[in-house]
Nanobody, 111 residues
């Protein structure tokens, strides 16, 4: 049974950066199978970044050019580097693998 644990969230000022990590316990095929979602209060959970079946990164329009998804297969860890953060990026960020979700990590961006 795969479990996902996110870390790296926190409070940051507008324009700042954070790097989120998602570490998997159990067997996953590749960090390319990990994706990131976020959910702001009162809103639905939306995809932020992931990979296509060919390993190409895909991003929500709102984060293109600011966020970068990557990973380390040896560490079974996925990363989401978030630069130039904006208040509208405030949300709980979740890591996803197939039907499995992490517990989420809060990101708060102050103006």
């Amino acid at each position: 049974q795969v479990q996902l644990v996110e870390s790296g969230g926190g409070l940051v000022q507008s324009g700042g950066s954070l790097r989120l990590s998602c570490t998997a316990s159990g067997t996953i095929s590749s960090f390319y199978t990990l994706s990131w979602y976020r959910q702001a209060p009162g809103k639905q959970r939306d995809l932020v970044a992931g990979f296509t079946r060919y390993g190409r990164p895909v991003y929500a329009d709102s984060v293109k050019g600011r966020f970068t998804i990557s990973g380390d297969n040896a560490e079974k860890t996925g990363y989401l580097q978030m630069n130039n953060l904006k208040p509208e990026d405030t949300a709980v960020y979740y890591c996803n693998y197939e039907y499995i979700w992490g517990q989420g990590t809060q990101v708060t961006v102050s103006s």
